[in-house]
């Protein structure tokens, strides 16, 4: 399997997003560059382009078959593609706050950690369904990792589109997410448009 091993920092620097969207608190002591230069419109597409598979850690040809996807879908195409994106298995398990990080949550379910609907899942990019339940699984609940993660599950903020349990480690998809249940800064019409050339 293929991974993103680039500094987060740096690549939050260059794409132009605060690396806190990253689940990064640091801060860098560096300056970006000042360039007078205008960025050209296929310049801009690409980096919209670049933000989505940094922001969801994600990889050229899963985002082009996740685009393939939302074309296919009613709606706009943009919107859809944010909203298959956030329904990921591994974006569900950052934004229920079961990981710190998006990187966190991959890895995690890769492991097989967690549950849905009482069977073991190990895939990061399985779309997960409105009614799907996505627990930790009996066995990881006794690593120290879980047990320190459940502390601060207690009255800790989801989005509307979720619900999470904290005493059961456990979260349900309620709705599907929409436009804007997604912050972090993406154009997602730059994309359609690069896609569409």
């Avoid at 002591?29 to 419109?41: A, E």
């Amino acid at each position: 399997m293929a991974k993103n091993t680039q500094p987060v920092l740096k690549r939050a620097r260059t794409l132009g997003i605060e690396p806190g969207f990253m689940g990064v608190y640091k801060k860098s002591k560096r300056k970006p560059k000042q360039t007078r230069r205008k960025q050209s419109n296929y310049s801009l597409q690409m980096t919209e382009k670049q933000k989505v598979k940094f922001v969801y850690g994600i990889l050229e040809k899963q985002l082009r078959n996740t685009f393939a996807l939302a074309e296919k879908m009613s709606g706009n195409v943009g919107e859809n593609l944010l909203v298959l994106l956030e329904q990921r298995m591994d974006n569900v398990v950052y934004r229920l706050g079961l990981a710190s990080t998006r990187r966190e949550a991959k890895q995690l379910v890769s492991h097989a950690h967690f549950t849905v609907n009482g069977k073991k899942m190990n895939i990061p990019s399985a779309q997960i369904k409105v009614g799907d339940v996505i627990a930790v699984r009996e066995k990881s609940l006794q690593s120290p990792k879980f047990k320190a993660l459940a502390e601060g599950l207690k009255g800790k903020a989801v989005p509307a589109w979720l619900e999470l349990d904290a005493a059961n480690m456990a979260g349900k998809v309620v709705a599907l997410p929409t436009r804007g249940d997604v912050d972090a800064p993406i154009t997602e019409q730059l994309i359609v448009e690069f896609y569409s050339r």
